[in-house]
């Protein structure tokens, strides 16, 4: 079991190494934190699940002993989500016949055929660099070396 993170560590000054010092002291804080969020979220669940009650929506609710900043009861949320099957939907819409109404076709480049054509010269590096616009993202990392 993971224990809970240290109280938050301060550091003084706005220099590099002050503020590197207090990114990783809360860099630490926050996974050692979410580690515990998970393992509470889990015994909790466990609690919801057998002393809680299920309302009219699927949602589970457990009250709580005592009031907790506020807070008087826990809820175990149901949260439902659809995507289509693919399989079954082709297959219904086979067998009704539907799939001149319900089937889009939709044009896409082929990235095999396009490195292809990149290969056998058709296509420039240049030309294909355009299709493929650069996106940067910047992250900070902390690294040891």
Request: charged share 40%; glycine share 4%; aromatic share 6%.
């Amino acid at each position: 079991m993971a224990r809970a993170a240290d109280a938050p560590r301060e550091f003084t000054g706005d220099d590099l190494t002050s503020q590197a010092k207090e990114y990783v002291a809360v860099k630490k804080n926050i996974d050692q934190y979410e580690e515990r969020q998970k393992e509470l979220k889990a015994a909790l669940f466990l609690h919801i699940d057998e002393h809680g009650f299920e309302d009219d929506k699927g949602n589970i609710w457990l009250e709580l002993p005592e009031a907790i900043d506020d807070y008087l009861s826990l809820q175990k949320q149901k949260r439902v989500s659809r995507k289509i099957d693919e399989g079954v939907a082709m297959t219904l819409i086979e067998e009704k016949g539907l799939k001149d109404r319900l089937i889009k076709t939709v044009e896409l480049v082929d990235e095999d055929e396009l490195m292809a054509a990149l290969y056998d010269g058709t296509l420039t590096e240049e030309e294909v660099d355009e299709m493929f616009p650069a996106k940067i993202v910047w992250a900070l990392t902390l690294s040891k070396k």
